[in-house]
């Protein structure tokens, strides 16, 4: 979650770590820190805060060094403050380290250390590694952080300087990502390719326990027993200026009004008639796999994991394989039975979710075939499947994600519809129908977009209000889940996400006017039954905000009571937010356009920060 940058060559290193933090300023931190060599010296200027505070602090009090490294920090260990900030450094004061992860045994180390004599400033984990480093240091900064990796447990990404090799950067990773960016008379490390993206378009993507030692001229990619690899040259496929907000006044914003564009790209090479089968390159499976599979396991974290709940209710609805979804978080806890012949579909917009990673070697090591949806090419989850479908988001830098989640649906429906085709267990007229509703996708979001001013106005009825309640039925119960989780993130307004069916079973008591209702009521088999339960809310009162179909002539007088006192909510016509008629099984793409939209102009209109919100982060690389 932490964000690291560094540079070795001839330029200003403190512009260029700052400038890179500034593009990763969407992982979410607490504090900042720059640490370069200057004049034989380790010189560190580290904030609490914003990048706003260590650029003020640059201003007052500057750097100079052409070899520096960077550092946001997401506190774990130790509570946020300039003591605990990164970089941190050795007792003698010559090696500095940032560092992105969790040391699982800092504690033994630390007494360990402590015993030894070398004085600790911080409460965190990462403060070992620069003691260890200068344990072991004696003229070689490789060899000293490679020997002092073996010391430690957990996952982590370290950037490594030392002041007696000062034409040196030394970058190690397990677990954690980072990358290695190549110049030309300058050299890059970073956790993420975004934030070097305007610095150079080539990259090294280091794999775990890997090291490359930078000078300005070179780079060399070891193990940590120093025996040479061989590594191409990974081309960042996105424009240097694609992680600018333009004309939009945040990323989120953005990335929503994207997905037209985003949509097509998914769909290029992969379906372009309703006639002609669905193509997924990079899947690795033949269609006898296909046919021979026993079970499906959908795991992810978060936003993602919701997406798996919509591809194992198309899975089962229409490939008729039986399907689960998970949390990656829990699918080791409960010790899976894996059946011969069983993929796991692993989701993660990043591929580097530590959680998400975690569940698919476990899964991996019973024996699943690993199949994962990312958008973020050659990451750690794509480098250890066995076929990796690419969602083509592009890169996402808000913190909640929007377009990424809809790309995972609408991959999932690619993928039950291709192992339906496949198996031969779907209507094709079924089939075909959905295939296009995908190809005028495009069409529909740009629809929903356009209507952006509708929602708004519905956000603006409902913002003051402190709690709210998501329902959603059948393939729409995660669009449900999603809408909450969408509006807790960005708001700070408390949302709870349910299935309709569970009203009585307990959410209706929590019903009154100062709860509303975002009720997901789409064309389709369970349209009754949500009209049912929009009546059970208008009958207590409650304000509801209705998510339906064109056309819909029920829900917007659902549940009012025309002889009510006009002061009373239950004579109010419900909020309505429309979408275009699609099929049920492929509304969840069109519902997650209004939801976002929802979500954005409520924490909007509550002046929060939205594409940074408190506590949260966009990857999260520690379990």
């Known amino acids: 979650m932490c964000g690291i940058v560094g540079y070795i060559g001839m330029r200003q290193a403190p512009a260029i770590c700052l400038a890179g933090l500034r593009r990763l300023e969407y992982r979410g931190y607490d504090s900042a820190g720059i640490a370069v060599i200057s004049d034989g010296r380790l010189d560190v200027r580290k ?19 052409t070899v520096g490294i960077g550092h946001t920090r997401w506190a774990t260990h130790g509570k946020p403050s300039v003591e605990n900030s990164h970089p941190h450094l050795s007792t003698n004061g010559r090696v500095a380290v940032v560092h992105n992860g969790i040391i699982e045994n800092y504690q033994e180390l630390r007494e360990q250390l402590t015993a030894e004599g070398y004085v600790f400033t911080s409460q965190t984990d990462t403060e070992v590694m620069a003691h260890l480093v200068e344990k072991y240091y004696e003229g070689d900064l490789r060899a000293a952080v490679c020997q002092a990796v073996g010391d430690l447990e957990g996952a982590f990404a370290f950037g490594v300087i030392c002041a007696d090799s000062p034409g040196q ?28 993206r305007q610095e150079t378009d080539k990259v090294y993507v280091i794999d775990d326990d890997e090291v490359a030692l930078l000078t300005a001229d070179n780079i060399e990619l070891t193990d940590l027993q120093l025996n040479p690899l061989d590594r191409e ?21 953005k990335e929503i009004h994207e997905q037209p564009d985003s949509i097509r790209a998914c769909l290029a090479g992969r379906l372009s008639d309703p ?22 396991v959908f795991t992810a974290c978060g936003t993602a994991y919701h997406a798996g709940l919509v591809g194992r209710f198309l899975m089962e609805k229409l490939a008729r394989i039986p399907a689960e979804a998970d949390l990656a978080a829990e699918l080791r806890s409960r010790d899976p039975v894996v059946l011969d012949n069983t993929l796991c579909i692993v989701i993660s917009q990043s591929g580097e979710t530590a959680d998400t990673l975690v569940a698919l070697r476990d899964m991996k090591a019973k024996g699943a075939r690993i199949v994962s949806v990312l958008n973020v090419v050659d990451s750690s989850i794509a480098r250890e499947s066995d076929g990796v479908v690419y969602i083509q988001a592009g890169p996402e830098i808000g913190v909640a994600s929007t377009k990424a989640f809809t790309l995972q649906i609408f991959t999932m429906t690619m993928l039950a ?25 495009p069409q529909l979001v740009r629809q929903l977009l356009d209507r952006e001013e509708d929602v708004k106005a519905v956000a603006a009825k409902h913002y003051r209000k402190p709690n709210s309640l998501y329902l959603g039925r ?32 307990g959410p209706i008591a929590l019903v009154e006017p100062d709860l509303f209702t975002v009720a997901v009521a789409v064309e389709g088999d369970v349209l009754e039954k949500m009209i049912g339960n ?13 998510v339906a179909t064109d056309g819909d002539t029920q829900i917007p007088a659902v549940g009012v009571d025309a002889d009510a006192d006009a002061d009373d909510i239950t004579a109010r016509p419900n909020d309505m937010i429309w979408v275009p008629p699609t099929h049920e099984l492929t509304s969840p793409i069109t519902v997650a356009i209004p939801l976002q939209l929802l979500a954005y102009h409520m924490a909007d209109l509550r002046g929060e920060h939205i594409d940074q919100p408190r506590n949260l982060a966009k990857t999260v690389t520690v379990e």
């Not at 929009?534 to 209705?546: D, L, Q, T, W």
């Open 534 to 546: 929009i009546m059970e809310i208008k009958a207590r009162s409650g304000p509801v905000v209705a």
């Open 275 to 296: 006639d002609k089968p669905i193509k997924l390159d990079g899947l690795n499976m033949t269609e006898d796999e296909i046919k021979s599979l026993r079970k499906v």
């Open 47 to 65: 904030v609490v805060g914003k990048l706003d505070n260590m650029e003020d602090e640059l201003e007052s009090d500057p750097l100079s060094g």
């Open 417 to 441: 519809l291709h192992f339906a085709e496949v198996r031969g267990e779907a209507d094709p007229d079924l089939l075909k129908t959905l295939k296009a509703d995908l190809l005028r996708a």
């Open 474 to 505: 059948g393939v729409n119960l995660p669009s449900a889940m999603e809408g909450a989780l969408k509006l807790k993130e960005i708001s700070y307004i408390h949302a709870e996400g349910y299935s309709a069916g569970e009203m009585k079973h």
């Open 169 to 196: 950067l030394v970058a190690v990773r397990r677990f954690s990502p980072l990358v290695v960016g190549i110049g030309e008379g300058e050299n890059y490390i970073a956790s993420d390719m975004g934030a070097i």
């Open 233 to 253: 040259v990974f081309v960042i496929p996105w424009p240097a200026d694609a992680a600018q907000k333009g004309e939009h006044k945040h990323f989120m914003h």
